[in-house]
């Protein structure tokens, strides 16, 4: 069973920056995709971005563009999300998650077969 464990989360005010590490326990470089989501109380699961095997790019949803960037060390099996000019609305539970199985839009988190528990991100204003 694959095991991802997140860190990194904390509370900052806004315009602060983070950055979260997600640690694998197999190779990442076996996922086709590697994701970053994020769930506010009350709220559905929201796509941060992904990370797709053998493509240079990451892609962002349009209100982290600019702000986020995801970055992957396979010799670390680890992903990272660079947060910076972070915002009140930012805040929420965290997750990473890999596609190991699944098919379909690297966005869509229906198709991650592995998931984090999480870490929290708190911005105040």
């Known amino acids: 069973q694959v095991q991802l464990v997140e860190s990194g989360g904390g509370s900052v005010q806004a315009g602060g920056s983070l950055r979260l590490s997600c640690v694998s326990s197999e190779y990442t470089s076996g996922f086709p995709c590697m994701g970053w989501f994020r769930q506010a109380p009350g709220k559905g699961r929201e796509w941060v971005g992904n990370?797709?095997?053998?493509?240079?790019?990451?892609y962002y949803a349009d209100s982290v563009k600019g702000r986020f960037t995801i970055s992957q060390d396979n010799a670390k099996n680890t992903l990272l999300l660079q947060m910076n000019s972070l915002k009140p609305e930012d805040s929420a539970m965290y997750y990473c998650?890999?596609?190991?199985?699944?098919?379909?839009?690297?966005?869509?988190?229906?198709?991650?077969?592995?998931w984090g528990r999480g870490t929290q991100v708190t911005v105040s204003s």
């Open positions: 990370v797709v095997r053998g493509l240079k790019d990451s």
């Open positions: 998650a890999a596609v190991f199985r699944g098919l379909g839009a690297c966005n869509n988190h229906t198709i991650y077969d592995y």
